[in-house]
């Protein structure tokens, strides 16, 4: 009978320190539980970012385009004259917000550094790529397109100001630029520079009072040229100048009378010299 009791509480202890061993090990489950609910989630970090798919990342990045600016990539084939260009496409460009000196102008004489501005035109575009960016209107009284233009980094239109070929002229509404041309304008006045230079300074004593008149073909000044009816082809100039002139005085592309303009380009007879 003691043998038995004391089995029996061998067996007791036994069976105790498993039970408690039981409560502790789940206790202590619990808090290691409570503990992972109690930790603050992970920061993400730049080292921590999942990584991109390769196939993603391969994609190439594209620069945005500034809101409001859409420029156009074209190619220059003649310069008209300091401040207008023909296009490829046909089209003629008349830059916005210059003015250059007159060459061909049907009721003005050829102005100073008027020439010099033409060359520095063709020099600057004649035969390559452009970019056009248009303000608010699209084209003059003449048909032509109102542009700025762009060649690689140089801003056309302010840099012909800025070197003394052309002045700043504003016409609202296509004014995007005009507060830069007005700055340009200043400084190459300040300098000297081209047409604010001595060269300039007494043009008007010997400059010519009217647009040289041919030798040959037409004879009339070209106030007196005839515009009620079809007078005159392209024979019957010497120059592009004289047609042009004329072309002008008539109405250009609005009121062609003597057709000396084939192709609607506002360029009159532009086979001529």
């Known amino acids: 009978m003691a043998r038995n009791k004391k089995g029996y509480r061998i067996w007791w202890v036994i069976f105790t320190t498993i039970i408690l061993g039981l409560i502790l090990s789940a206790c202590t489950n619990d808090e290691e539980v409570k503990e992972s609910l109690l930790e603050p989630s992970p920061i993400v970090t730049s080292e921590s970012t999942p990584e991109i798919n390769s196939e993603e990342s391969s994609r190439p990045q594209q620069t945005p385009i500034p809101l409001g600016v859409s420029r156009e990539r074209v190619r220059v084939v003649k310069v008209v004259d300091g401040d207008t260009v023909k296009l490829e496409d046909g089209r003629v460009i008349r830059y916005i917000g210059i003015d250059t000196p007159e060459t061909v102008h049907p009721s003005k004489p050829i102005q100073c550094y008027g020439k010099e501005a033409s060359y520095k035109n063709r020099e600057l575009v004649e035969g390559k790529e452009i970019e056009l960016e248009k303000d608010v209107s ?3 009284k003449y ?5 700025y233009i762009w060649i690689g980094d140089i801003f056309v239109n302010e840099y012909l100001v800025r070197e003394g070929f052309a002045q700043s002229s504003s016409y609202p509404p296509d004014v995007k630029y005009q507060d830069g041309f007005v700055e340009a304008q200043r400084l ?7 047409l604010w230079g001595s060269v300039c300074a007494n ?3 010997s400059a010519p009072s009217q647009i040289p008149q041919p030798t040959s073909n037409i004879q009339l000044p070209v106030t007196d040229s005839d515009c009620s009816h079809d007078a005159y082809n392209c024979s019957n100039f010497s120059t592009h100048v004289q047609a042009q002139a004329v072309f002008e005085k008539c109405g250009g592309v609005n009121n062609d009378i003597h057709r000396l303009d084939a192709d609607n380009d506002g360029l009159a007879c532009e086979s001529l010299p």
Not at 143 to 147: C, Q, T, V, Y
């Open 138 to 140: 699209e084209v003059d």
């Open 143 to 147: 048909g032509r397109s109102l542009r």
């Open 188 to 194: 190459a006045r300040e300098e000297g520079k081209g």
């Open 203 to 205: 043009w008007g004593e």
